[in-house]
């Protein structure tokens, strides 16, 4: 009697959200092969919606920025973690109100946060004004305008929303670790530098992956921040493949380019989780044959 | 007692349930549930004016405006009908209103237009847009001319200028006279696509009306990929050289009152612009609204027009208030106070101009539409969603924007890539 009602609670909705995510995801799938534009149809194309869009500039486009900004996303959040919650853990005063500003930016909206950057890296009435009447007439910081730098304020606003959450991840970590590794590595002579990355990152390295993953999928699925900032502009320079499915599926109203988009998205994201999930395979294995 | 309180809350609730329907059952008052892009400005002036007029004849109003660009209010759209409850009328435009009526049944308006004869008053252009399949689905409300030019007046007086440029040729020359003089910018621009591709459609409208109507309207790919295109895209180099690089997608209403101080001296923007200026507490003395540049010395009309259209719905009050809205858009006096309001033309040919509340360029854009209609040259938006279905237009929209903000794309590259981007978006 007792097995009924959890088979209930837990397998219920658990079945109902995995079937949720399979079923839709096969359906966009299936709709990626179709002639669907406004609305769903169940006329079959094969191919025409793949080879339309990657030959969109769109699409290179969003391509080539959701490498650069997804390397630069994750790697300069981490650093900045990282570095933020190295120097937290030096046990400094006022701790606990230092960790709640940093982690602050999280706490705000994207769109928020897109919207306030873009205020303030207008070269007209941002940044750059303000250092110009300072006296510096000429600093330049109008990386919004420029099409090749446009995708590094992305990364800007990226980093200060995120390198909080990466923080208090990371300061969790850290404070982990075991002492006794710590004093042991201190009686035989390690210096702090030494500490750090002999003995104490490679016992953080599972939450940085950890934190790695989160960000991935932050980056590989950012919309609001890229829509709220720039728009998607200069022209096309800033866009990701995120838009360029909104703007496929809901401004264009083609639905079955959008969907072979958001297909071509999963294609990337599966191309890097993949091999990590492989390799952590292959890892496993040989721990337990050794 | 505590049954009998919860037989009574059982009780009032199942009444309350009731109280909607018993409502619903007496009135067959006129209702209209409206959705449009014009939350805002001079557009949402108007059509709250048209909402009065809609209450003034015993009806209820009910307007959800969804704030943006026409896109965003299509995307609702979309949702409601999907969702099996389309609002009673809706702002719609262009080749969407052949699309989307296949997709949820129209009410159809042949009766009420014959019987207001407002056949006989709108340009076959025009009328044809709005029945497809031959059936009368919607109906438009106003016109806007996108290929006009509004010149800061203290602009014009900083360069000692007092002719106003009817060629591309003059208009580079007022612009060199411009910038010389010390005007910061020539040219007024927001950073949005539309405004990308309004001044594309104007250039090649003004170039050459006949290839634009065979490569924008019809997609004629020898068209699209020959030299008159690719002179337009020169003469877009051009403009866009003399913008100011600044604008990140703002919306061209940010830079207006730089233009009227005169530190930017044109702008190429639709009729609306007057609106916009008015509604921003700027004089009709700020400026100057003429028509833009053309070649060939007649005149040319790039067209833009709102349109309403009416879903079916089986409420009876639906139904009503789609036949009372109908008759108000199609009154003169309601199009003259909409058109007052936003700066735009009434869709009618018969409405007399010469009043008062009208401006002489709003006087202008009409006299020119039925001159550039009688001559052949009054051709369709593209950047406003009139020339094709969404898809295509932003497709060729991409090109147009990324060759503004990128000074590296030289014209021939713009050229191939825009027969690429219709390529592969049919």
Same mark, same amino acid.
């Given at each position: ?125 941002? &940044?750059?004004? =303000? +250092?110009?009447? %300072?006296?510096? @007439?000429?600093?330049? /910081? #109008? ?65 940085? &992956?950890?934190? =790695? +993953?989160?960000? %991935?999928?932050? @980056?590989?699925?950012? /919309? #609001? ?66 | ?426």
């Amino acid at each position: 009697m007792r097995r009924a009602p959890e088979l209930l609670v837990i397998w219920g909705p658990l079945l109902l959200a995995a079937a949720h995510i399979v079923v839709f995801t096969a359906w966009t799938v299936w709709i990626s092969f179709t002639a669907s534009t406004l609305m769903p149809v169940s006329e079959f194309v094969g191919l025409r919606n793949y080879s339309s869009v990657l030959a969109t500039r769109n699409w290179k486009i969003a391509f080539d920025n959701l490498i650069v900004f997804g390397g630069g996303f994750v790697a300069f959040t981490m650093f900045t973690g990282l570095l933020l919650a190295i120097l937290i853990d030096q046990r400094i005063r006022g701790e606990n109100v230092l960790r709640s500003i940093f982690l602050y930016p999280m706490a705000v909206s994207f769109v928020v946060t897109g919207v306030v950057w873009s205020w303030l890296l207008n070269p007209g009435m941002g &940044v750059q004004k =303000l +250092v110009n009447d %300072l006296g510096w @007439a000429g600093f330049r /910081f #109008d990386w919004i305008t420029d099409r090749e730098m446009a995708i590094w304020t992305i990364v800007l606003a990226g980093v200060w929303q995120a390198a909080g959450f990466a923080m208090a991840l990371l300061l969790a970590g850290l404070r982990s670790v075991e002492p006794d590794l710590i004093k042991a590595a201190q009686i035989d002579g390690a210096g702090p530098l030494r500490m750090y990355t002999r003995v104490i990152l490679p016992t953080l390295w599972p939450i940085m &992956v950890a934190v =790695l +993953v989160i960000l %991935l999928q932050m @980056a590989i699925t950012t /919309f #609001d921040l890229v829509r709220a900032l720039t728009g998607g502009g200069p022209g096309i320079a800033t866009q990701l493949p995120a838009l360029v499915v909104y703007d496929f599926m809901f401004q264009r109203g083609q639905i079955g380019r959008g969907a072979a988009a958001a297909v071509l998205m999963f294609l990337t994201l599966l191309g890097v989780l993949l091999p990590h999930a492989l390799f952590k395979y292959a890892r496993r294995r040989r721990a337990a044959d050794a | 007692m505590a049954s009998i309180r919860r037989r009574s809350v059982l009780a009032g609730a199942v009444g309350l349930m009731a109280a909607p329907l018993a409502a619903r059952a007496q009135a067959a008052k006129p209702r209209l549930t409206v959705i449009s892009q014009w939350s805002a400005g001079s557009d949402g002036a108007a059509i709250t004016a048209l909402g009065k007029k809609f209450e003034e004849r015993g009806g209820v109003w009910q307007h959800s405006p969804v704030p943006g660009f026409t896109t965003d209010m299509m995307n609702k759209l979309r949702a409601q009908i999907i969702a099996g409850d389309p609002p009673a009328c809706s702002q719609l435009k262009g080749p969407e209103i052949a699309a989307w009526s296949k997709i949820a049944p129209t009410v159809n308006l042949d009766a009420i237009v014959a019987a207001a004869g407002y056949e006989k008053v709108v340009a076959p252009d025009l009328a044809r847009l709005h029945k497809p399949g031959g059936k009368w689905s919607a109906l438009p409300l106003q016109v806007y001319r996108t290929n006009t030019l509004f010149l800061s007046k203290r602009a014009m007086d900083k360069a000692k200028a007092d002719k106003i440029p009817t060629t591309w040729a003059q208009f580079n020359e007022l612009a060199e006279k411009m910038k010389a003089a010390g005007v910061a910018h020539p040219v007024a621009n927001g950073g949005t696509r539309a405004d990308d591709g309004q001044k594309f459609e104007a250039v090649l409208a003004g170039l050459n009306p006949a290839v634009y109507r065979k490569a924008i309207m019809e997609l004629d790919e020898k068209a699209l990929g020959g030299p008159e295109v690719r002179a337009a895209f020169a003469q877009l180099r051009k403009i866009a050289d003399w913008m100011d690089p600044n604008t990140a997608a703002q919306h061209f209403s940010v830079f207006l009152p730089r233009f009227v101080a005169g530190e930017m001296g044109m702008l190429i923007q639709g009729g609306w612009a007057q609106g916009v200026l008015l509604n921003g507490g700027f004089k009709l003395d700020d400026f100057i609204i003429a028509p833009g540049p053309t070649e060939n010395g007649k005149p040319v009309f790039v067209l833009n027009a709102d349109a309403f259209i009416f879903w079916q719905s089986k409420q009876a009050d639906l139904q009503a208030g789609q036949k009372l809205m109908a008759e108000l858009v199609m009154m003169p006096e309601n199009q003259t106070m909409y058109s007052q309001i936003t700066g735009s033309i009434p869709v009618r040919t018969d409405v007399d101009l010469s009043g008062a509340g009208w401006s002489a360029g709003q006087v202008e854009a009409a006299r020119t539409l039925k001159e550039a209609v009688a001559v052949n040259q009054s051709v369709l938006s593209l950047a406003h969603n009139m020339a094709q279905e969404n898809g295509m237009t932003a497709a060729m929209i991409d090109v147009l924007t990324e060759f503004v903000k990128n000074k590296a794309i030289t014209p021939d590259q713009a050229v191939k890539r825009l027969v690429e981007a219709v390529a592969s978006a049919r």
